[in-house]
């Protein structure tokens, strides 16, 4: 969740009402008043309650016109914000940049949300970092990345072969080893914090991404503050001047 002394805003919806309320209310913020949901891309980790939670809360859904078409709305017709993929648009005092990642979904998308002069980017579920989401990322005050796996746990993992090339694959998820080398080779610095997320649950584990990051911020020379995020609870509430960012990072699938 987003949220400024105006405007609240989540990114993706893949809790459930419950879920999200208690998350939420466990770093201290609230479901309602929220003002709109962010969508980046169908796939159920990340849209699986959108239908029920658009029926509940009665709020705008921004979602690409393609994206928009692969959900299943139960019949029920939310407040559609429909955007093309590479779109700017304003929801209440935060302007949003969506951008194209590399995913296999319908037209998968990152955001660059900015609001009194801070700027947040969420770029995940995507099979590597093209230059356009290099670009994204440049002069953020906060990041979410994905470092969803690391290769020699998902190359002896239990996941069928099939599955293991899906995810290395550049339509895929982005690797620990990426990570690493985008943070050594192409990250500005200038974020005041890095959140790594989306991590696999069973090729990968949380100590190792740590690791990796340091070791590659280390080698430039940055003590980037990192958090790790976890599936099964919320990351620490950032606050910037009145701008604040609360990552729910809710549960997830490699896929």
Known sequence: MLSTDRTRILVDAG?????????????????DPLDAI????????????????????????YISRLTALAIDWGGYTPALE?????AR??????????????????????????AEGVKIAVAHDLGYLTESVKFH???????????????????????????KQRVMSRVGHLSNDQVSDFLSDDFDGHASQLVLGHLSEHNNHPEIVRLVATQALERRGLQTPLEIASQSRPTEVYRFDRTVYAAGNGPHLDG
Do not use: N
Request: hydrophobic share 40%.
């Open 89 to 114: 648009f304003t929801v209440g005092d935060i302007e949003v940049d969506s951008f194209s990642i590399p995913h296999d979904a319908k037209d998968p998308v990152g955001f660059c949300c900015q």
């Open 15 to 31: 809790l459930s009402f419950k879920a999200l309320v208690r998350r939420l209310e466990s770093v201290g913020e609230q479901v």
């Open 137 to 163: 990322l440049r002069r953020c005050d906060l990041i979410l990345l994905e470092s969803d796996y690391d290769v020699e746990m998902l190359k002896v993992g239990p996941y069928p072969w099939s599955v």
């Open 82 to 86: 429909c955007f093309q993929a590479g």
């Open 38 to 61: 962010l969508i980046t891309h169908e796939h159920s980790d990340h849209a699986g309650t959108l239908a029920s939670l658009a029926r509940r809360l009665r709020i705008p859904v």
